[in-house]
């Protein structure tokens, strides 16, 4: 009984992170945007600097309805999410977090409704960045308060779902269109390149 006891210590000490894909470990906004100036290039287009709502379709549709409407034609589009450029580090620091001790990391994001592409492409973006044996972290949800995580590692400012108060620490990530954001308290990471969520996970480790 004591080898019984001891793994379900041993697992419940491990910190559990669950991160977010878009916005967080690939470029959504950039190439949305890049792609939206080429394949439009006389329509009116909103700077990353400028970007507001989490939904970039939303903010293009108080420019112009058939604008929010191209945006959503160049998400669901073939090769949009497979082609999403990385988010500088992110990468690396998922190869190192998936090595570090006491930690398990997961990938957890959401998939457009309209799932044709974007879904198969987020596989093939996680086994050409990550590596093959990536496809076994993946939790993919359109609610993800159900999912189950010591951390979640998100840009998107409020995520709502079922759970009224999930169980994992939401730590924004900052992008953006959440910079302005009122994050009520919440902790930010601001890039994987300044080290800084090294600190953040040691931080986490010592609560769990
Ligand atoms: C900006 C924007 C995003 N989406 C979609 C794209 C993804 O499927 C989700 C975001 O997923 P995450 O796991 O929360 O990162 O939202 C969209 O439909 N419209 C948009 O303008
Ligand atoms: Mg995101």
Same mark, same amino acid.
């Given at each position: ?9 041993? /697992? ?10 878009? #916005? ?8 949305? %945007? ?18 507001? =709502?989490?939904?970039?379709?939303? #903010? ?22 497979? !082609?999403?450029?990385?988010? +500088? ?20 994001? /959401?998939?457009?409704? /309209? ?8 596989? #093939? ?19 993800? =308060? ?5 951390? %979640?590692?998100?840009? *998107? ?8 108060? +999930? ?22 990471? !601001? ?6 969520? *090294? !600190? ?6 010592? *609560?769990?």
């Amino acid at each position: 009984m004591a080898g019984k006891n001891s793994f379900r210590n041993h /697992s419940e000490r491990k910190l559990l992170v669950l991160v977010d894909m878009d #916005q967080v470990l690939c470029d959504f906004e950039m190439r949305l %945007l890049q792609e939206f100036q080429s394949r439009h290039p006389n329509d009116p287009f909103i700077p990353l600097e400028e970007r507001r =709502t989490f939904y970039a379709r939303d #903010q293009y549709a108080k420019i112009r309805a058939d604008l929010a409407d191209n945006i959503r034609d160049i998400y669901n589009s073939e090769g949009f999410f497979r !082609d999403l450029p990385e988010i +500088p580090g992110a990468c690396d620091a998922m190869k190192e977090l998936k090595e570090m001790e006491g930690v398990d990391v997961f990938i957890c994001s /959401s998939p457009l409704t /309209s799932y044709e592409f974007c879904l198969k492409e987020k596989f #093939q973006w996680i086994e050409e960045h990550l590596g093959q044996e990536w496809l076994d972290k993946i939790i993919l949800t359109k609610d993800k =308060t159900v999912a189950n995580g010591h951390v %979640l590692i998100d840009d *998107r400012p409020n995520i709502k779902g079922a759970i009224r108060k +999930p169980i994992w620490e939401h730590v924004v990530f900052t992008a953006c269109h959440n910079v302005h954001s009122d994050i009520r308290g919440k902790r930010r990471l !601001d890039n994987w390149t300044d080290g800084s969520w *090294r !600190d953040l996970i040691l931080d986490l480790q010592m *609560r769990v």
